[in-house]
């Protein structure tokens, strides 16, 4: 395997580095795309109550995730600062993913609520340990401007992908096969996903242990922990909010923020606007989600040639905007009467297209954000003397996962404005609640966007700051 102290990882790092990254796809897309619905449609817990409880461990995460990622830059061990929390972290994370997927039968709406709250906890901390140490390894893997936004697009890449082929399983193999005379759509059959809960932990444990044995190689070309130091609850903050105090980075917290937010929206509502406002099946709606494979494609190979052609925050905000306008088209045009009655193979043929172009742009965006964090590890070094890539990812972990907290409880906002039935069917729902789901989402989406475009304008690190960091590290090590 090269060399970790080479500018350029070789593939097989970029291989290892990034197909870990799927246990984190699996586990977002059942989260984002699966967990409302499954257990408001399915189970029939009050989808306010479900947003309540991942809102909740989402507060929890703000004090936990931090604390990892500062861990994960000091622990001192044969393994490094990282691989071990890699190599602890597999089988509590697959385990709990596991049980999120079977709740008990029968039990009451405060009951269910507790479950689903404890085991959104337990999931999103046993994630933690794992995500943020190995997103973490990015910055000393590859050190240049340009190959950070290559080796996060790896990394992107097999997020979308690992987690996308979980989820057309479900759409082309799982919820088929559970469908019955007394549930037609499988998709509203809890044995359903009882089996993908099995399947996916399943893979969720093999995509951590794959990434952390690939990289296990680099342990002794990575950068040492500093000498153990007596510090309290009250010194390790203050160390943290030191690292993140700066604001370059408050623009990035603020923009994958909203844009989480936006997202969470986004994916947890889509399997709405798939079964219900369009009148897809499950195969229709696998077809779709197997566009995203194209889309990763198109996002992980456009970064790179962004970030050298035009820089990260231009091209992030060009990106930004174009996602934004490209997401609610197919909504907007039959809210305004123009596309034919569902069932007409145009409206499958237009979600389709702008699903694959728009997921493409998020994955572009999403690459070059996460390289202008990595960016920032050189700068708070210059200025703090400490390596804190745990921190900085820390944040970006906790983002992420906003994605199902305040993601899906704006989601379930949405569809308590619109009124719409809580244990329907598609056929059980109304012209009129369609119609206040689409005019309430369109402007939801289009205000978190916006906001996102604005924050990650604010932030300035450009290429030549970067080199100019890396030179001043070279020569103080000097």
């Known amino acids: 395997m090269a060399d970790a102290t080479a500018d350029r990882p070789s593939l097989a790092t970029r291989l290892a580095f990034g197909f870990g990254a799927g246990a984190y796809g699996v586990k977002d897309g ?41 861990w994960s830059d000091n622990l001192r061990s044969r393994w490094g600062r990282r691989h071990p929390f890699l190599y602890a972290s597999a089988l509590p994370t697959a385990g709990t993913y596991l049980l999120i997927w079977n709740p008990p039968a029968g039990w009451s709406q405060t009951a269910l609520f507790w479950y689903l709250l404890v085991l959104a906890v337990l999931v999103r901390t046993a994630i933690t340990f794992y995500e943020t140490p190995s997103t973490a390894l990015g910055p000393e893997l590859a050190k240049s401007y340009d190959d950070r936004t290559a080796l996060y697009g790896w990394r992107l890449f097999f997020a979308w992908v690992i987690g996308t082929i979980m989820t057309v399983t479900n759409f082309t193999l799982i919820f088929p096969a559970f469908a ?42 990575l950068r040492e922990a500093p000498p153990r130091r007596a510090l309290g609850l009250k010194a390790i903050f203050r160390e ?47 077809l779709i989600t197997m566009s995203v494979f194209a889309s990763a494609i198109i996002g992980g190979g456009l970064a790179p040639v962004i970030s050298r052609r035009l820089g990260k925050r231009r091209g992030a905000v060009i990106i930004g905007v174009l996602a934004g306008l490209v997401l609610p088209v197919p ?10 009655p569902n069932g007409d193979p145009l409206i499958f043929w237009t979600v389709f297209g702008v699903t694959l172009i728009d997921v493409g742009l998020v994955i572009c965006f999403q690459a070059l954000v996460v390289s202008m964090v990595a960016d920032l590890v050189e700068q708070a070094e210059l200025s703090t003397g400490r390596r804190s890539e745990g921190v900085f990812f820390s944040a970006n972990t906790f983002i992420r996962k906003s994605v199902q907290g305040l993601g899906v409880m704006a989601a379930s906002l949405v569809l308590t404005m619109a009124e719409f039935p809580r244990g329907a069917t598609p056929d059980q729902v109304g012209p009129d609640s369609l119609f206040r789901l689409g005019a309430t989402y369109v402007p939801a989406i289009w205000l978190l966007w916006t906001c996102m475009i604005l924050a990650v304008s604010r932030y300035r690190l450009n290429r030549a700051d970067h080199e100019a960091n890396m030179a001043a590290l070279a020569a103080r090590e000097g």
């Open 180 to 221: 019955t005379p007394a549930i037609p759509n499988g998709q509203f059959n809890r044995d359903a996903y009882a089996l993908y809960g099995l399947i996916a932990a399943a893979l969720i444990l093999v995509a951590i242990l794959v990434s952390a044995i690939g990289t296990h190689g680099h342990i002794r070309h």
């Open 240 to 286: 943290i909010f030191e690292t993140l105090g700066r604001r370059d980075f408050a623009a990035l917290f603020a923009a994958n923020l909203f844009g989480a937010i936006a997202t969470g929206v986004s994916a947890s509502l889509s399997f709405y606007f798939y079964a219900y406002f369009w009148g897809f099946g499950p195969q229709q709606t696998g």
């Open 30 to 70: 059942g989260f984002s795309y699966f967990l409302l619905i499954f257990y408001s449609q399915v189970i029939g817990l009050d989808a306010r109550l479900v947003g309540l409880a991942l809102t909740i461990a989402l507060v929890l995460d703000a004090i936990s995730d931090p604390i990892v990622g500062y």
């Open 331 to 340: 909504i907007i045009l039959r809210l305004l009467g123009v596309l034919p």
